[in-house]
C-alpha cells in the first residue's frame, strides 16, 4: 500500500508540469510577440495510476491571448524513502497549433496534500507555435495519491 501511494503521488507532480508547460507555450505563441509572459492552471488526469511511469492528460486554462487547450503526457518516477523525482515530456493542443517540451518535479511524499515543485522547458511546436521556446516554474498539489492533480505554471516564452 505504501509503494502505490508513493506511485500515485509523483505521477500527479508529473502531469501538472507538463499542463502547465503546455499552457505557457500557448500565450506566447500568437503572431509579432517576440516574449510573453503567460500563467496556466491546469486539472491532470493520472490514466496510468498507481505505476512508476505512463500517461497523462489534462485541460488547461491560460492567460490571454491563449486560452484553453488539452495536453497529453508522459513520465517516470523514481522514490528515494520520502522524496519523489518526476521526469517527463509533454504536448499540449490548441486551436491555432502545438506546442511541445518537458518538465522535471520534484518533492515530499507524507499523508495528505502532496506538493512538488520544478522546471519546464518548451523546445517547440506547429502551426502558429511553430520554433517556441521557452521555460518556466511549475507547481503540482495531489489530494487523492496522484490519481488527479492541480498544477499552476508560469513562464517566458519566445517565438
Known amino acids: 500500500m505504501r509503494r502505490r501511494f508513493f506511485a500515485g503521488a509523483g505521477l500527479a507532480a508529473g502531469m501538472g508540469a507538463v499542463i502547465v508547460l503546455v499552457g505557457?507555450?500557448?500565450a506566447m505563441a500568437k503572431p509579432g510577440a517576440n516574449t510573453t509572459k503567460a500563467r496556466c492552471t491546469a486539472k491532470t488526469y493520472n490514466v496510468s495510476s498507481p505505476s512508476t511511469s505512463g500517461i497523462t492528460f489534462a485541460a488547461l486554462k491560460c492567460s490571454k491571448p491563449f486560452g484553453a487547450g488539452v495536453q497529453q503526457g508522459t513520465f517516470a518516477e523514481s522514490i528515494a524513502g520520502t522524496q519523489i523525482s518526476v521526469t517527463g515530456r509533454f504536448k499540449n493542443f490548441y486551436d491555432d497549433g502545438t506546442n511541445h517540451g518537458s518538465y522535471k518535479l520534484s518533492g515530499t511524499v507524507a499523508s495528505g496534500t502532496i506538493t512538488a515543485n520544478g522546471s519546464v522547458k518548451v523546445t517547440g511546436g506547429t502551426g502558429a507555435y511553430k520554433n517556441m521556446k521557452g521555460t518556466g516554474k511549475?507547481?503540482?498539489?495531489?489530494?487523492?495519491?496522484?490519481?488527479?492533480?492541480?498544477?499552476t505554471t508560469s513562464g517566458t516564452l519566445k517565438s
Open 24 to 26: 505557457v507555450g500557448g
Open 138 to 151: 511549475l507547481t503540482c498539489t495531489t489530494t487523492d495519491a496522484g490519481k488527479t492533480y492541480n498544477c
